[in-house]
């Protein structure tokens, strides 16, 4: 006799979005690269864009057999011009409810969103960094309101946080972004201690906007340094949280996940 329940060892499809399962998709997305492969996109291109369509893939994979489907730079959310006219509203990704035959003249309903950033762990070792940093979540976190003032549900922000270590005697800094920079920085910032530093510093800046989690991705090695991507990953930002960074009130207490 059969019964409604999975089969043992088998997990339930996921039927929103969450820290866990972005942190999951994150892993997966990082073991899909080639040795060095991703160290070289981390030094020379805006990395958050190969990881977020990784995971958004991931994701894809995981949602498939589902109502729902994964939008990379989604517009499904109106925002009010200048003008007072309505523009779609890029989003980085979002889990949305695939459409019906009768619902096409509405909005699908939104399952999750994850808005992606990368700062140099060089960038984000004093408090004026990780403000700066903060700035750059919250504003993101804004654009989760349509026109009408909706809150869009589980508001999510992953924060990239490539850290670069020399490990040969030359490096091509001729053609990595950033290159003379990360050259000068490396030195100082390239230890351990300021990659711990940079991210544990991030994390309790981002906690009164919501739960947050840590983890890392081994970049492997290229132009002559070694790349590691740890990253903080926040949310979900409780609708509260988001009222009170547009009114410019106090945050409200965050509660667990």
Known sequence: MTTGHPAKGVAEPPTSLTAQ??????????????????????????????????????????????????????????????????AGRRLDLAIVERWGRRSRRYPPPVHGVAEFKAVRTSHAQTAGDVNSVYKLVTDDIIKCISAGGVILPAIHSVVLLPHAQIVRRTVAQHVIKGGWKLMWTGQRFQADAARKGAVDGLAARLAPLGPVQTGMIDGGEALGMRVTLPYVILGPVASETVDALVNDWDLPAVTSA
């Open 21 to 86: 399962l972005l942190d999951d998709c994150l892993q997966s997305a990082g073991h899909s690269y080639a040795p060095g492969e991703l160290a070289y996109l981390a030094l020379t291109s805006q990395i958050e864009n190969p990881i977020r369509d990784r995971v958004a893939y991931q994701l894809h994979l995981r949602l498939q057999r589902t109502r729902l489907d994964v939008g990379r730079e989604w517009t499904g959310v109106d925002a009010e011009r200048e003008d007072g006219t309505l």
